[in-house]
């Protein structure tokens, strides 16, 4: 059988010094691979494992051996096929590490032949994140590079539900190091953002309603070039998503007193890994609310507050009361379609007037509620309407039904009376 | 023979039974649907399964979008910039706002949170977890149908 293996590989030996040569090749030839044979014959687990897991790698399905990544000759067996002089590697790590996975995965013309839509500019943006600029400024190895998050012989596409970077997998992998107190002793960082992340809205969307485009870590802080985000563009990361949110929040005055005072925007009020879904709660001067962090009652802001949760909370209940009564008169069979169609547009007034409610002035949340007010009015009216009409028609029906029996009974007698 | 047949008290106490029975089933036969009727079950309106559109083909111009009435709910007609009418449930799926087209982007759109779903429904941009329920557009003559499921 043809077996399909890397010797292209730097047999020129070009690996120290000037940096990794051209990405490797792939070659038919039926010599044998050494690499394997020997390792799986291994009893040592660290050095025969690789061999079995290597086997679901998505860089063996495309064909690549061995000596991708370590060098050497697999076609010459024990330590003279693992010869420095031959490009043997052994097991690349830190900077080596970025230049080994970059040699192809930073190769615009190598990647097009394998997978088009790849982006190739990881390493690049691995060395402008917080663990590339801790390895490369600080020779810190104890930062994540491409193994920590790709695990080594058992790398699978994202999209892979079994990956390790699988949008169910993300949080996870990246909890391996920042859930790990000891790890992480020397950050001072929390340790508690996956426990934290989990109870968020995010997850729950992600893993409870199956909505992927939800986010987990790296969709706020980026994937290879992560990083927190800073104080003043928090709002750009969040606005991805929540761009109508976003783009009040820009215009308003809490933007630039936000970035003044250096407090994030967006998580000041929502949270950042256990962002809640939002709730009406949160707003004005009362018991849960944020705006009363900041705002006292009666003045200034916290009267602009208290007034925009009265007026959503008028637009709730109104639509809340208008969508009862037609349930009521639905259920009793009354034709009210129409008015339940219309009122579809309070509930579009009250999801507006709760966007509105970031740019932080009444007049924009008062626009929404009162156009869902007045819908809603309307639905109520014809609601009345409809259960008038209900309680016409039964007091008809028992009225005529009692006019009917009484006939019958007369008529019952009258029968009685001629026959005696 | 003779000995074993009923007496005329019998046969009149059963005729007696049979028609006051009679009458108790007739009464039940009225008064049952009478008290349903005063006593609706719990249930809402069946979902309504086809429309005829209160516009034509020719009130719908090329690239444009216009909400109509679909049972209870709101829908949406699509003329798209090639000619055909593609409707959907107007409900956003995200917060159940209404949706429109926007002849700008050639996209149907959410006003409440900027979602955008193409014209086959589905989710593009944007919060909305999911498409747009699609529903069958027929033409008659100059009339439009749009119906659920094919």
């Given at each position: ?52 897991r290597?086997?679901q790698d998505v860089h ?37 590490l970025l230049?080994?996975c970059?040699?192809?995965h ?9 997978n088009?839509a790849l982006r190739v500019d990881q390493v690049a943006e691995y060395r402008s994140s917080v663990h590339g600029q801790r390895l ?6 104890l930062v994540a590079t491409c193994t920590n998050c790709h695990p080594a012989h058992a790398i699978r596409p994202p999209s892979d539900p079994q990956s390790s970077v699988h949008p169910l997998n993300v949080a996870r992998t990246c909890s391996v190091c920042h859930a790990d107190s000891?790890h992480m002793?020397?950050y001072?960082i929390p340790t508690n953002q996956l426990e934290r992340y989990e109870q968020s809205v995010h997850w729950a969307a992600l893993s409870e309603r199956g909505d992927q485009s939800a986010p987990t870590c790296n969709d706020c802080h980026g994937n290879h070039g992560a990083a927190p985000p800073?104080?003043?563009?928090v709002?750009n990361v969040c606005g991805q998503c929540h ?23 967006c998580a000041?009020?929502h949270g950042n890994h256990q962002v809640q ?144 | ?126 919060p909305?977890p ?21």
């Amino acid at each position: 059988m043809r077996v399909l293996t890397l010797t292209g590989l730097a047999m020129a030996a070009l690996f120290l010094g000037t940096g990794l040569g051209a990405p490797p090749a792939v070659v038919a030839q039926d010599a044998p691979n050494y690499c394997v044979s020997c390792h799986q014959a291994l009893t040592v687990e660290r050095l025969a494992a690789p061999v079995a897991r290597y086997t679901q790698d998505v860089h063996a399905a495309k064909g690549f051996g061995c000596v991708a990544c370590h060098g050497g000759d697999p076609t010459v067996a024990g330590f003279n096929g693992m010869d420095p002089a031959k490009g043997f590697l052994g097991k690349p790590e830190g900077q080596l590490l970025l230049q080994v996975c970059g040699r192809c995965h930073s190769d615009a013309g190598f990647m097009r032949r394998y997978n088009p839509a790849l982006r190739v500019d990881q390493v690049a943006e691995y060395r402008s994140s917080v663990h590339g600029q801790r390895l490369t400024l600080y020779r810190d190895t104890l930062v994540a590079t491409c193994t920590n998050c790709h695990p080594a012989h058992a790398i699978r596409p994202p999209s892979d539900p079994q990956s390790s970077v699988h949008p169910l997998n993300v949080a996870r992998t990246c909890s391996v190091c920042h859930a790990d107190s000891t790890h992480m002793a020397g950050y001072q960082i929390p340790t508690n953002q996956l426990e934290r992340y989990e109870q968020s809205v995010h997850w729950a969307a992600l893993s409870e309603r199956g909505d992927q485009s939800a986010p987990t870590c790296n969709d706020c802080h980026g994937n290879h070039g992560a990083a927190p985000p800073g104080v003043d563009w928090v709002g750009n990361v969040c606005g991805q998503c929540h761009s109508v949110m976003a783009d009040y929040f820009a215009a308003s005055p809490h933007s630039a007193v936000f970035t003044r005072l250096g407090v994030p925007g967006c998580a000041l009020c929502h949270g950042n890994h256990q962002v809640q879904a939002a709730s009406d709660t949160l707003l004005g001067v009362g018991e849960g609310s944020v705006c009363s962090r900041c705002h006292v009652e009666g003045v200034g802001g916290g009267i602009v507050a208290a007034a925009m949760r009265a007026r959503v909370d008028s637009l709730r209940a109104a639509y809340g009361f208008a969508d009862s009564l037609l349930q009521r008169a639905e259920r009793a069979g009354m034709e009210v379609s129409q008015a339940r169609f219309d009122l579809s547009g309070a509930q579009t007034a009250l999801v507006q007037a709760q966007a509105a409610i970031h740019a932080f002035e009444l007049d924009s949340v008062a626009h929404h509620a009162d156009e869902g007010l007045q819908v809603a009015a309307a639905a109520v009216e014809r609601g009345h309407g409809a259960l008038g009409e209900l309680r016409f028609r039964r007091v008809g029906l028992t009225v005529s039904t009692g006019l009917i029996l009484l006939l019958i009974i007369g008529v019952i007698l009258k029968i009685r009376q001629i026959e005696a | 023979m003779g000995n074993d047949s009923p007496t005329p008290s019998t046969r009149r106490r059963f005729v007696n039974w049979l028609l006051g029975t009679s009458a108790g089933g007739l009464a039940a036969a009225v008064l049952y649907p009478v008290t349903r009727y005063l006593l609706p079950p719990e249930v809402t309106e069946s979902a309504t399964a086809s429309v005829t559109l209160p516009f034509t083909v020719n009130d719908i111009p090329l690239n444009s979008g216009k909400i109509f009435k679909f049972g209870s709910l709101p829908g949406i007609l699509v003329h798209t910039p090639q000619g055909e009418f593609r409707a959907f449930s107007a409900t956003c799926t995200h917060l159940a706002c209404i949706v429109q087209y926007r002849d700008d982007l050639s996209h149907i759109w959410c006003a409440c949170h900027n979602g955008h779903f193409d014209l086959n429904g589905r989710n593009i941009i944007g919060p909305p977890p999911k498409p747009l329920e699609v529903f069958t557009v027929r033409v008659s003559g100059e009339q439009i149908i749009v119906s659920r499921g094919a």
